[in-house]
């Protein structure tokens, strides 16, 4: 059983920027599919960025051009760098791995607002 902890969410001015990171308690080596979604308050849980186990990465175009994902394998742990950050970007952030099974941390909110 893998455990996904996330942190580094926020209150941030619209405009300004966040780093996420989602630590698994094994290694992620072998997870071939891994991403962040978010879901915002009456809105469905929605993809925000992906990555495989090559490091191609894929965006939603909400996000395109002002989120980066990555994966540090060594230190176990994925990371969502946000930048300009609109007040449309507010929901609650959850890491995903999948290895045959699903994990799911527990969600970081992030709040974008003046």
């Known amino acids: 059983q893998v455990q996904l902890v996330e942190s580094g969410g926020g209150l941030v001015q619209p405009g300004g920027s966040l780093r996420l990171s989602c630590a698994a308690s094994?290694?992620?080596?072998?997870?071939?599919?891994m991403g962040w979604y978010r879901q915002a308050p009456g809105k469905q849980r929605e993809l925000v960025a992906h990555?495989?186990?090559?490091?191609?990465?894929t965006y939603a175009d909400s996000v395109k051009g002002r989120f980066t994902i990555s994966r540090d394998n060594a230190k176990n742990t994925m990371y969502l760098q946000m930048n300009s950050l609109k007040a449309e970007d507010t929901a609650v952030y959850y890491c995903?791995?999948?290895?045959?099974?699903?994990?799911w941390g527990q969600g970081t909110q992030v709040t974008v607002s003046s």
């Open positions: 995903r791995m999948i290895r045959v099974n699903d994990y």
């Open positions: 990555i495989t186990i090559s490091g191609t990465t």
């Open positions: 094994g290694s992620i080596l072998s997870f071939n599919s």
